[in-house]
């Protein structure tokens, strides 16, 4: 059976969530001064009121960030008032205390004259609580009285398939419309076969066994859809998940996308990427330029070495680094990894590999957009099409942009086998949080400096 309204109005988002965007803002915007007029009964000091007139613009994008970040455009998993309540309160506290926090710091340092009242910061985050608690009430009226429905593919053996479609009717907000597939083929079959009738939004498997092949092709048709897969773990495979769970009508479902592709955290990344990068490239001048003077010195050949390596979503890209090996190292062996004792690499190149300082030059890749600070490190095209026959969930790592370091970087070995990087990349892209990131930077700058785990 295929839905059980199949000629309901659909929309993959809300359709008033640009909308919803534009009167957002409007209301941040207005929201201290309403608290202002109301904590000093309509006659608000100068003093009071210069630093929120100065600021809006900084203050209306920090709450904005603030309520993306809480998850409050998300009618695809919010289908409840209840489902916004919390996070409603908790991006009213951050917002209004992140905001009265610069103002403060401002205050102290570039504007003593002005004076801030923690009783308005109380009120606006009251009214900015109800603002986000109503406007979301509507949101879901207006997305009832509209049709809007969020279609949840069940997939899974039949048994299991029809008791778990059973209970997300029973239980699951009425927006929520269930679509079984009567087929018994593939997965991937089953997928296609439903989107060919109607969109899909989010995919559930009530079935954990899945070989790791027919997985990864289903997560690659999942992901042209741009729908959400979850997996329902049984009792034996809930003491291994994480603590992301995600609930729909009350059953417990693991995330089987990265949340960082929709994460507020992926553009200040980007621009945390650019910043650094330049940054690094202009302080590293100096001594890249003395490198550069002993690699010519050590041996004939290119101070750079360029190579092709597949970037995000499988696309080539150069990749710069110090030459570390002879001039034209492959041209008997052709395309090989490079091991522990490789004859190739010269003098000055085990003391640049030992200290990572090779990859120096791909500060320039991440100023253009085709690495990151942090992410699995890019592989060169030749080997990739063998490592994804040996291990499709190899896949997985062209979702992210590669990385000048990564988790593998930090615990293992220069010449690790790939499978052993693979499982450390494979959990950073699951986790990836500025938390995570900061950290694996921190432990970079002790791997460079102690040389740990370098060959």
């Not at 359709?15 to 309403?34: G, I, K, S």
Request: proline share 5%.
């Amino acid at each position: 059976m295929i839905g059980d309204s199949g000629q309901i109005p659909h929309s993959r988002r809300a359709p008033w969530t640009l909308a919803l965007v534009v009167l957002d803002v409007l209301a941040f915007a207005c929201m201290p001064a309403a608290a202002l007029v109301l904590r000093f009964a309509g006659s608000v000091p100068i003093e009071h009121a210069m630093p929120y007139l100065w600021f809006t613009p900084a203050l209306a994008l920090w709450r904005l960030s603030c309520a993306a970040w809480c998850d409050l455009y998300n009618f695809r998993r919010r289908l409840a008032l209840s489902d916004f309540v919390f996070n409603a309160a908790g991006a009213s506290i951050l917002a209004v205390a992140g905001g009265y926090l610069l103002l403060a710091i401002i205050q102290l340092y570039y504007l003593p004259e002005t004076k801030l009242s923690r009783l308005t910061s109380v009120i606006d985050a009251i009214g900015l609580f109800a603002w986000f608690t109503l406007s979301r009430w509507v949101g879901l009226a207006i997305l009832r009285m509209s049709g809007y429905r969020v279609r949840l593919l069940v997939l899974g053996a039949e048994d299991e398939r029809r008791a778990l479609a059973d209970e997300v009717r029973a239980h699951a907000p009425a927006m929520v419309e269930v679509i079984e597939s009567d087929r018994t083929d593939a997965y991937v079959e089953q997928l296609a076969g439903a989107i060919a009738i109607a969109q899909v939004d989010q995919i559930v498997l009530a079935d954990a066994k899945l070989e790791q092949q027919d997985l990864c092709a289903l997560l690659r048709a999942a992901a042209r859809t741009h729908a959400d897969v979850y997996l329902l773990p049984g009792v034996d495979m809930s003491i291994i998940a994480s603590a992301r769970v995600y609930s729909i009508a009350g059953l417990p479902l693991v995330p089987l996308r990265p949340p960082f592709l929709s994460s507020v955290y992926r553009p200040v990344k980007r621009a945390i990427d650019i910043a650094a990068s330049a940054v690094l490239l202009l302080a590293g001048a100096p001594v890249a330029a003395i490198i550069a003077l002993l690699i010519r010195m050590g041996s004939a050949g290119p101070v750079l070495f360029s190579q092709a390596r597949a970037g995000q979503n499988a696309k080539p890209f150069r990749v710069h680094k110090f030459r570390t090996m002879i001039a034209n190292a492959e041209v008997k062996t052709g395309p090989v990894l490079s091991s522990s004792g490789d004859t190739r690499i010269t003098r000055i190149g085990r003391v640049l590999r030992k200290y990572r300082i090779d990859e120096w030059p791909q500060l320039w890749n991440v100023l253009k957009g085709d690495m990151s600070l942090v992410g699995p490190r890019p592989e060169r095209p030749e080997f990739v099409e063998h490592f994804i026959a040996e291990n499709p969930l190899y896949e997985r790592r062209f979702l992210v942009q590669p990385g000048l370091t990564g988790l593998a970087q930090i615990h293992g070995r220069y010449d690790s086998d790939y499978a052993h990087k693979l499982r450390y990349d494979l959990i950073y892209i699951n986790s990836i949080s500025p938390l995570a990131d900061a950290q694996i930077l921190l432990a970079t700058v002790r791997t460079v400096l102690t040389a740990h785990g370098a060959q």
